[in-house]
């Protein structure tokens, strides 16, 4: 019912900054907590930052917060992911998702909806 494409992604030197998109359709973008996650090779998929349905709350991985910043624009039916900083840790394929609720979940099941991905690369 709901369809995520993230975009934004690409190849940028250690300290660069990045920021992802991710725009939904076929729903009711305001009635869904939506959510970040990232996959690097060889590790399983991790929250990165979650925000609320109002965007009046988020919550971040302790590996990111400081560096990273979501948010969302429901005019838009969008949702945001700054980032800056950027290390080469944090290469990896970004996901957006959206489930049905009103806690930001960090388990990945807790999720409903899910994008494509955008691979992010961040050399040294």
């Known amino acids: 019912q709901v369809q995520l494409v993230e975009s934004g992604g690409g190849l940028v030197q250690a300290g660069a900054s990045l920021r992802l998109s991710c725009a939904a359709s076929?729903?009711?973008?305001?009635?869904?907590?939506m959510g970040w996650f990232r996959q690097a090779p060889g590790k399983e998929r991790e929250f990165v930052a979650g925000v609320s349905r109002s965007g009046g709350s988020t919550r971040y991985a302790d590996s990111v917060k400081g560096r990273f910043t979501i948010s969302r624009d429901n005019a838009k039916n969008t949702v945001y992911l700054q980032m800056s900083s950027l290390k080469p840790d944090d290469t990896a394929v970004y996901y957006c998702?959206?489930?049905?609720?009103?806690?930001?979940?960090?388990?990945?099941?807790?999720?409903?909806?899910w994008g494509q991905g955008t691979q992010v690369t961040v050399s040294s």
């Open positions: 076929g729903g009711t973008f305001s009635t869904y907590v």
């Open positions: 998702a959206a489930r049905a609720g009103v806690v930001i979940d960090t388990t990945t099941g807790d999720y409903n909806y």
